[in-house]
């Protein structure tokens, strides 16, 4: 029996209220992000959680890859298949790309070890920022949802917790915006029903809003963006520091 990936779309006034739930996260995360002021950087794990946090993602993963041999086995013991067309995945291992290095550069003069880790943290977290809202479980549930979705929720979890270990990742306005502008793609998305990506619109919403997961997920890096782009600013000399350097000139 085959099977093409696919899943209901919403219809009448279920895709509405998806929307307008959307269109409300849209708002409060805008909201928080004109409000929002940076204030000093928290203290980051020491070496004891931040290996613990690790551990656990890579047992999460593990898990998770597990939860995926077992649903794939049980599809084969009733002879289910499942075909798909993938348009995404190109756009995903592009964007992913391009963030490990947008990020590497941006965090270049913290030291090797920081960039690269920010880099590597930086780009895990970028997908699932876009997957954790958008995956959705499938109703109605089995006993294989919980074992598909909780790993994979403890996945995103643990992925947005590893960029605590970067003493380069910092909040900003525009994570906020950049977040607020994801879900408004959603709210748009949802309209039509936030059907499969295996049609035109579908397909650009998925492209345009996992992008901007990216982007989000590069905001976090950008707290010295002022210093890598404009030209230092000379130090202002006060009045007694002049009179000296010139009495220092005369001698």
Same mark, same amino acid.
């Given at each position: 029996m085959t099977h093409a990936v696919n899943w209901s779309p919403y219809t009448g006034s279920s895709s509405y209220i998806l929307a307008g739930v959307l269109l409300l996260t849209t708002v409060v995360l805008t909201y928080v992000g004109v409000r929002f002021r940076q204030g000093k950087p928290g203290k980051g794990p020491g070496k004891f959680l931040g290996a613990l946090l690790m551990s656990s993602f890579v047992l999460a993963i593990l898990t998770f890859l597990t939860a995926i041999t077992a649903y794939g086995l049980a599809d084969v013991q009733q002879g289910i298949h499942f075909t798909s067309t993938d348009p995404i995945t190109p756009v995903t291992m592009t964007a992913a790309i391009v963030t490990f290095f947008v990020i590497l550069y941006l965090t270049h003069k913290s030291g090797a070890r920081t960039a690269i880790g920010s880099a590597i943290v930086g780009?895990? /977290?970028?997908?699932?920022?876009? +997957?954790?809202?958008?995956?959705?479980?499938? =109703?109605?549930?089995?006993?294989?949802?919980?074992?598909?979705?909780?790993? $994979?929720? $403890? @996945? +995103?979890?643990?992925?947005?917790? $590893?960029?605590?270990?970067?003493? /380069?990742?910092? $909040? =900003? %306005?525009?994570t906020f915006f950049l977040l607020a502008g994801m879900f408004f793609i959603? !709210? @748009?998305? !949802?309209?039509?029903?936030? !059907?499969?990506?295996?049609?035109?619109?579908?397909? /650009?919403?998925?492209?345009?809003? %996992?992008?901007?997961?990216? !982007? @989000? /997920?590069? =905001?976090?890096?950008?707290r010295d963006r002022e210093k890598l782009f404009l030209p230092a600013r000379p130090r202002e000399v006060s009045s007694e520091q002049g009179e000296l350097v010139s009495k220092a000139a005369s001698i």
């Open positions: 780009t895990i /977290a970028a997908p699932l920022i876009f +997957e954790l809202p958008f995956a959705f479980p499938p =109703s109605p549930p089995t006993l294989y949802t919980p074992l598909f979705f909780f790993p $994979l929720f $403890l @996945v +995103e979890i643990l992925s947005f917790a $590893l960029l605590t270990l970067s003493p /380069a990742m910092r $909040l =900003s %306005k525009s959603f !709210a @748009v998305w !949802a309209l039509a029903g936030f !059907a499969y990506p295996s049609t035109p619109f579908p397909i /650009a919403m998925n492209m345009l809003s %996992k992008i901007m997961a990216f !982007a @989000v /997920a590069i =905001s976090l890096f950008l």
